[in-house]
């Protein structure tokens, strides 16, 4: 909701009454969350956010589709920008399926060609449970093993390991994957090699093409130059945010209502 009010072309047309001040009860608190901002700039914010949904300046000039939504927010210029802040930030969240992606990776590890008999529920409580353990692993692995000494603690693990049994097909099949992975790390090394070498001889080949590599060029390559330009301390005022514990609702109706 708040990317669909923060854009440009679309300002929150159509939304429903009082959607709105939903909608600056969350960018206030993005405001305190993010931006470190109070009851002062949560004030400012809640009055740029009015002037921005009317077409008032600075938020007059309208948008073409050409340019990126954070290009256009960069050309609104004003003194404590605060809706520029919040518009940015939301604009920066880059929307994407990973989580999915993340499942899809993990289903096709537990469902493969010599286990794919496996029913959907069953597959549901392991990906669960799979989900679960690296989500509180920092958690939960404190409690495991918690009566062992360290020494005991080792030896339950070589005692999991060596039971641990795979089938000569399994063994040949991790050989030749190692076998394709080295090969693959070969070839890539020689790809990088080759490339750094045509680009030393690129290089050479332009360097020799415009300039004539003497003494008295390479004297004046070993010259340093350099500039100082000494600047006046620029004394910055820190803004008063005012108070951070203050009632959101009330101020957005005390600014909407007036």
């Avoid at 969350?33 to 000039?61: C, H, I, R, T």
């Avoid at 939960?140 to 795979?166: C, T």
């Avoid at 070993?222 to 101020?251: C, M, Q, W």
């Amino acid at each position: 909701m708040l990317g669909f009010f923060f854009h440009p072309l679309y300002r929150g047309k159509g939304l429903k009454i009082r959607i709105f001040r939903q909608i600056c009860h969350w960018a206030i608190e993005l405001l305190i969350n993010k931006v470190n901002g109070g009851k002062n700039s949560a004030n400012q914010l809640v009055a740029q956010m009015s002037d921005y949904k009317d077409y008032k300046k600075p938020y007059e000039f309208g948008y073409v589709d050409t340019y990126s939504v954070a290009s256009w927010w960069k050309m609104v210029e004003q003194k404590d920008n605060w809706i520029k802040e919040i518009a940015l930030l939301i604009n920066s969240i880059a929307p994407h399926n990973v989580g999915c992606e993340r499942v899809f990776s993990v289903l096709g590890w537990m469902c493969e060609k010599r286990r794919s008999r496996l029913s959907v529920d069953r597959m549901h409580a392991m990906a669960s449970l799979h989900a679960y353990y690296v989500t509180n692993a920092s958690s939960e692995m404190k409690y495991a093993f918690s009566g062992l000494s360290d020494q005991q603690f080792f030896a339950e693990l070589n005692k999991s390991f060596n039971n641990l049994s795979f089938s000569e097909e399994e063994i040949e099949e991790e050989k030749d994957e190692l076998f394709q992975l080295e090969i693959e790390d070969n070839e890539d090394e020689d790809l990088a090699q080759d490339q750094e070498e045509l680009s030393k001889a690129d290089n050479k080949i332009i360097m020799d093409k415009y300039f004539d590599i003497n003494d008295e060029l390479q004297k004046a390559l070993g010259v340093e130059v350099s500039v100082i330009i000494e600047r006046e301390p620029v004394i910055i005022t820190p803004y008063d945010h005012g108070d951070k514990n203050f009632d959101i609702d009330a101020l957005i109706d005390a600014n909407l209502d007036e």
